[in-house]
């Protein structure tokens, strides 16, 4: 049972006094401020008025800590089936983009090609294709320009950061399901191989966040990953 301090002000739980620093654990879930004895404390104030002492906004992650304390338990939103989606529809389309020097040359290199009819009226390469230095160059390089955006982005931006670049735009992040921090690029390497396994059985996988209560796919639980809601810019 809490007891009340004299003058105006909220039950103090036992054990604390006026001013205290009460851990989340202990607090009145009525009034969720931590500081004993007050209804409301500077962080609350700070967080009302939506500012901190160096006059910046506060993220959304800030207030809420401001109010409930540095301990108060992570609030977890997962992201949904479909803004998973949408977040790798931007990420495919960005790599369309970055594929763009890979298709011209292979363009370059279809168009360096003849081609004959054989004795059976098949339409076959002709002996005397030759495919110009520039056509091959240009195709390698697109290549290489590919594959670096794909490792950049799958793998270290989000394994440093939890966001690719399409998660950024749509407000999610990849984390860890025990501590909410990224999983580093070589366990996001690890990830990719294990999306093997949703698309074993007719993609049962891919679908599964559609109806689990953390919105994982299998690759997920394999290995022990969540996708929350979370702008880079509530961050701080």
């Known amino acids: 049972m809490s007891t009340t301090p004299p003058g105006e002000g909220p039950p103090i739980p036992p054990g604390y006094r006026p001013g205290d620093y009460i851990p989340f ?8 401020t931590s500081v004993a004895g007050q ?32 301990d108060a338990p992570y609030r977890i939103t997962y992201a949904s089936w479909g803004r998973r989606v949408l977040g790798a529809l931007i990420d495919g389309f ?15 290199v279809l168009h360096d090609l003849d081609y004959r009819t054989d004795a059976y009226g098949n339409r076959v390469r002709a002996d005397w294709s030759h495919v110009s230095a520039a056509a091959i160059g240009v ?49 996001c390497f690890v990830r990719q191989l294990a999306h093997i396994v949703d698309g074993l059985i007719c993609y049962l996988g891919w679908l599964w966040p559609l109806w689990d209560p953390k919105s ?9 990953t969540v996708v929350v809601i979370q702008s880079a810019d509530e961050l701080g």
Not at 25 to 32: F, G, I, V
Not at 216 to 224: E, F
């Open 39 to 70: 209804w409301a404390d500077p962080a609350r104030q700070a967080q009302q008025s939506g500012h901190i002492g160096d006059g910046r906004p506060m993220t959304a992650e800030e207030r809420y800590r401001a109010i409930y304390g540095v």
């Open 216 to 224: 994982q796919t299998l690759a997920d639980k394999i290995m022990g």
């Open 25 to 32: 654990k202990d607090r009145d879930p009525n009034n969720p």
């Open 139 to 187: 195709c390698v390089l697109g290549l290489l320009i590919s594959l670096a955006f794909g490792i950049y982005n799958s793998l270290i931006r989000q394994g440093r950061t939890g966001y690719t670049l399409g998660k950024t735009v749509v407000g999610i992040r990849l984390v860890h399901d025990s501590n909410n921090e990224p999983i580093g690029a070589l366990l």
């Open 94 to 108: 960005l790599g369309v983009v970055a594929g763009i020097p890979f298709y011209v040359g292979y363009a370059m």
